[in-house]
């Protein structure tokens, strides 16, 4: 049964076990279940999700975000679905990002299906980059112009 968090509890330092929806809190740490959010100093996360974190520092062993904006996150055996930063540092382990934002991205070990970033720095694998995601978008509309082109001769 998910269940509202006071902030004045969570500033202590607030273990959440089993799920709750809203969190605030200088250092949250959420053992299983799911959290709609949190918005915290720093958050551990074992074996549980959470939809959205505003974070300086996030860490996260077999578990999953859905939205983070954190500066530094370390992952284990886990995943971020989109993450947001001034400055993004990832250290992961067998872990993934779906998509990381920031003017600045340091990783180590990360698997990210794409990066936008000024500076993309470390031991990265990324899918996507900006670069590859412009070379991509203009031969998909050279290559939709050229069929549009060809079916307006035929019709014609």
């Not at 607030?14 to 709609?36: E, F, R, Y």
């Amino acid at each position: 049964m998910k269940q509202p968090i006071s902030p004045a509890a969570a500033e202590q330092g607030q273990v959440i076990t089993g799920g709750a929806s809203d969190v605030i809190g200088k250092i949250v740490t959420v053992n299983g279940g799911a959290v709609g959010s949190v918005m915290a100093e720093t958050l551990v996360v074992n074996h549980a999700g959470v939809g959205q974190v505003k974070a300086t520092n996030v860490e996260v062993r077999q578990g999953g975000i859905r939205r983070a904006e954190s500066d530094v996150i370390q992952l284990e055996n886990s995943g971020i679905g989109i993450v947001r930063g001034e400055t993004v540092a990832v250290s992961a382990t067998n872990s993934g990002i779906g998509i990381a934002v920031g003017r600045r991205i340091e990783a180590k070990g990360a698997k990210v299906a794409i990066a936008v970033g000024q500076q993309i720095s470390g031991d990265v694998t990324i899918g996507f980059d900006v670069r590859a995601a412009v070379v991509f978008g203009v031969v998909v509309g050279l290559v939709t112009g050229l069929l549009r082109a060809l079916r307006g001769r035929q019709q014609g």
